[in-house]
């Protein structure tokens, strides 16, 4: 198994509480030099010196013992003899791809989201693909119901520290050490100092399409690198990308992604944006709540029940913010307000999605910043911010 996921979420945490909860291995972090270099040195060698389970965390800071793992697996078959971690998604790679398909299961760890930190009991997806909406009932209204949340975000870390410099400090810091150490483990593209820059860019540009010929403009680059280096932003968790939906599977591949930040708090620290300019400045406000939300939903998605991918929509002037879309073809639609009122406007587009497929249209929402659930009409309703995690 290989747990991935961005750093500071609590990876190694999550595999050593399994390993002293009644799953004993040996515990090896390629953090620490000693181990790090004898796997590089040796793979094959390196394996050899643990006869039962082992844990492995930081594995892409040796991604040639990945091809080691898999020579043990195909010799040995039984299941649960090891458990990676990893900050930068190694599977990437063609060739480890290739190499470790059908014989890895992947789990994905994200900063935490707001179900996980109030315990909520269900979760939207689920109620959505149900035909139903969450139930809100006496909410806070206006931003100051969002602003604090979406200002700290949900890295555990970030979250421990008070507004202001210390926690600007943190994200600061961790940005530096991801591109800095995670991304020299898998790539040489750090020789080039405009992936900070990027960075900045993407999150300036946060829930909007991403259109690499402009991007590649502003930073003096190539359209196809441009497009590598926000894979490889990806690849160490700190930038996200959400195709088009269609309802014909080949045409969602034309459209542009919409760009997003993988935490409100960090994308926060990107915009130099503290809890006063998210409530006050329009142009701050919209981006950083949509990317929240999409953000959330996306957490979310890990553990529903409803195997669901997550996209942006956009036909003509008609825009959807957010389309979920299962496995059987059901889809979910997800518009986001920053404002207490909802308007006609606000849902026609989802009103229209509703008429045009049919039963496969399980649910419409407009996430606002309203006190409570509103039927808009058949299948569509209100709700407020909070139906996130109720």
Do not use: C
């Amino acid at each position: 198994m290989f747990v991935t996921g961005a750093r500071q979420v609590g990876k190694s945490t999550l595999t050593r509480e399994i390993v002293a909860g009644g799953h004993p291995a040996t515990v090896v972090s390629f953090d620490e030099e000693g181990p790090r270099e004898a796997a590089r040195l040796d793979p094959v060698g390196f394996l050899e010196g643990f006869p039962g389970p082992v844990v492995i965390d930081e594995v892409q800071r040796v991604p040639g013992l990945l091809l080691a793992i898999k020579d043990r697996v195909d010799r040995d078959t039984r299941p649960g003899r090891f458990l990676l971690t990893g900050s930068a998604n190694v599977f990437v790679s063609r060739r480890v791809r290739e190499a470790l398909t059908g014989r890895v299961e992947t789990i994905v760890l994200w900063p935490l989201a707001q179900a996980e930190i109030r315990g909520a009991e269900s979760n939207i997806i689920d109620l959505l693909f149900a035909g139903r909406a969450p139930d809100v009932q006496g909410a806070p209204v206006g931003r100051a119901a969002f602003v604090p949340i979406v200002a700290v975000g949900g890295y555990p870390e970030a979250m421990q520290r008070p507004a202001g410099r210390r926690r600007d400090r943190w994200f600061a810091n961790y940005v530096q050490d991801t591109l800095d150490t995670d991304l020299r483990d898998i790539s040489e593209a750090l020789k080039l100092r405009e992936l900070p820059r990027l960075l900045r860019l993407i999150a300036s540009q946060a829930a909007n399409e991403l259109v690499y010929r402009n991007l590649a403009r502003r930073l003096d680059l190539t359209h196809a690198t441009v497009k590598s280096y926000v894979e490889l932003l990806e690849i160490v968790f700190l930038a996200r990308r959400l195709p088009a939906w269609r309802p014909g599977i080949g045409a969602r591949e034309v459209r542009a992604p919409k760009g997003y930040i993988v935490d409100s708090g960090l994308l926060a620290h990107l915009l130099g944006a503290d809890e006063r300019r998210i409530g006050d400045d329009d142009q701050i406000t919209g981006k950083m709540l949509e990317n929240f939300v999409a953000m959330e939903l996306l957490r979310v998605s890990e553990w529903a029940d409803t195997d669901a991918r997550l996209y942006h929509y956009r036909q003509g002037r008609e825009e959807i913010d957010l389309i979920l879309e299962s496995r059987a073809g059901d889809i979910a639609a997800v518009e986001v307000k920053a404002s207490a009122t909802v308007r006609p406007r606000d849902y026609t587009a989802i009103a229209k999605l509703r008429g045009a497929r049919g039963e496969h249209f399980k649910a419409g929402i407009v996430l606002y910043a309203g006190q409570q659930t509103v039927p808009l009409g058949d299948r569509i309703w209100a709700v407020p911010i909070s139906g996130l995690w109720a």
